[in-house]
């Protein structure tokens, strides 16, 4: 049999990008992709909610593209980059959406925060002129047990109002 | 809660996948974009001897025309049916129905195949391949066969596939400029499942409505294709506007209660929603 179809069982070695730093680890088949990067390698900040794909707190980023990561296994993220908030908030990427949830308290326990504000920034990027209600149905995948989301909805269309005012200088 | 623990293979061709799926039968459970497959592995509610993973097989990605049909790979992401330009162009029923479909993420990662091959009664892309009298492919070990829309979703999670066929496209009839196609589902959230759901797809040349067809979901075990009513529509086009023969939904829908509705509220949800339809095909 080629090793394309081998039977794979207990642990195994993956590579992969996290964070731009190369990882090499062994994980059991049955680990996903939140309790390796929480458990394996301390990434804290992607939160486990409801693991089974409801509530958008485990989002991170597969290859450029927000995903669940609870719903996919660490064995499957082989190869590949994973981008987690601890990353995106290091190099800049996520600055003015968190400077904006800052100043319109768009958080408050903060548990949702790590997913929504990937979301957030997915959200900007394929739909640079989103209004409320496009934000509104972006992020219904992502659960806020505080806000009641307005706060958040704000702390968003604040962010493309100015991203779009750059633009236009 | 964690997945079971379960042996895992990747095939990178067809080929091998079938080779993996005939060796192990019904032990083995495909693993296509895992947006529900995994959900019910981290709830114990299934819990299968291995999984077959198919993302890394190449050849079942990816969108292209072929003799008058669109040919969606099995593996083409949601995300990606929802932006590409062929679909919106040849078959812009899809490109309506996918932003209902559950949220940007799950979507990022969820494959058409899936969810045929899922066959959730509660999905919207089952219903939308019956509505645009679409066909299953599926290779398996004595090759390629298609199968019809109609005939591929048999019951509840059950279809027309076998435990060693793999599900490797989905085609659909190419659009035409007469055709008219809408969406519309009553969900109690955005990207909930909907308590009821209708995929219509018709033909409107001239004065005449014809093929008409009405897919509705969640009202049964499978996507019900509503032919008397569409025919009763059919027959009093245009003059359908006052006076919108629905009575026929209430013996062609047979929807079980749940927590979120009654039969009778399910049923009375798909009239309001065919009408709206209607509605706004003649405005």
Same mark, same amino acid.
């Given at each position: ?18 964070? /731009? ?8 088949? $049955? ?17 486990? /909610? ?10 991170? $980023?597969?290859? /450029? ?30 600055e003015d959406l968190q400077a904006s949830f800052h100043a319109r308290n768009g958080l408050q326990c903060g ?29 219904? /995948? ?20 100015? $991203? ?6 | ?33 895992? +947006?529900? #497959? ?39 992401? +949601? ?8 679909? %919106? ?17 799950? @979507? ?6 899936? %969810? ?21 492919? *599926? +290779? ?15 019951? #509840?999670?059950?279809? *027309? ?5 793999? #599900? ?15 969406? &519309? ?15 219509? %797809? ?6 005449? #409505?014809?093929?008409? @067809? ?16 569409? %025919?009763?529509?059919? @027959? ?29 509220? &399910? ?16 405005s």
């Amino acid at each position: 049999m080629s090793d394309s179809l081998a039977v794979l069982k207990g642990d195994n070695n993956i590579s992969l990008t996290v964070n /731009g730093e190369s990882i090499s680890e062994r994980v059991p088949v $049955r680990r996903n992709l939140a309790d390796f990067l929480r458990l394996d390698l301390g990434l804290t900040g992607t939160h486990v /909610g409801c693991e089974h794909g409801v509530c958008g707190a485990c989002t991170v $980023r597969l290859d /450029g593209k927000i995903v669940r990561s609870c719903l996919i296994l660490a064995i499957q993220a082989d190869g590949k980059r994973v981008d987690t908030i601890e990353g995106l908030s290091d190099d800049g990427y996520l600055e003015d959406l968190q400077a904006s949830f800052h100043a319109r308290n768009g958080l408050q326990c903060g548990f949702c925060t790590p997913g929504i504000l990937l979301t957030a920034a997915e959200l900007i990027e394929t739909h640079p002129d989103a209004d409320r209600e496009k934000i509104r149905e972006f992020l219904s /995948g992502n659960y806020c047990r505080c806000t009641g989301y307005h706060a958040i909805v704000d702390a968003i269309e604040s962010v493309v109002h100015s $991203r779009q005012k750059k633009r236009e200088l | 809660m964690k997945a079971a623990a379960f042996h895992y293979m990747q095939p990178k061709t067809v080929d091998e996948a079938l080779g993996c799926l005939e060796q192990l039968g019904s032990d083995a459970t495909i693993l296509a974009g895992g +947006q529900s #497959l995994m959900a019910s592995l981290n709830m114990r509610l299934s819990n299968p001897a291995v999984l077959i993973d198919i993302n890394a097989i190449d050849e079942l990605n990816g969108i292209s025309t072929v003799e008058g049909r669109l040919r969606i790979g099995a593996m083409t992401r +949601q995300a990606e049916l929802e932006y590409s330009p062929l679909v %919106s162009q040849h078959a812009p029923l899809i490109t309506m129905v996918m932003p209902h479909i559950a949220h940007p993420a799950i @979507r990022n990662r969820g494959t058409i195949g899936g %969810s045929i091959a899922f066959a959730d009664p509660a999905a919207e892309l089952p219903a939308c391949l019956v509505a645009l009298n679409g066909q299953v492919v *599926a +290779q398996g070990p004595n090759g390629e066969r298609r199968i019809a829309a109609t005939e591929f979703f048999q019951d #509840l999670f059950e279809t *027309a596939l076998t435990d060693n066929e793999l #599900l490797t496209a989905i085609e659909i009839p190419m659009a035409n400029e007469n055709q008219r196609f809408g969406f &519309r589902e009553l969900a109690r959230r955005h990207g909930d499942y909907a308590m009821v759901g209708l995929c219509a %797809s018709s033909d409107w040349s001239s004065d005449n #409505l014809t093929e008409l @067809r009405l897919a509705y979901f969640n009202v049964g075990p499978r996507p019900v294709l509503a032919e008397q009513t569409a %025919s009763d529509i059919c @027959r009093i086009w245009p003059q359908v506007r006052n006076e919108m023969p629905l009575d026929q939904l209430e013996s062609e829908l047979d929807p079980p209660d749940d927590l979120n509705a009654s039969s009778t509220m &399910r049923v009375h949800l798909a009239k309001v929603l065919t009408r709206r339809i209607i509605e706004e095909w003649l405005s």
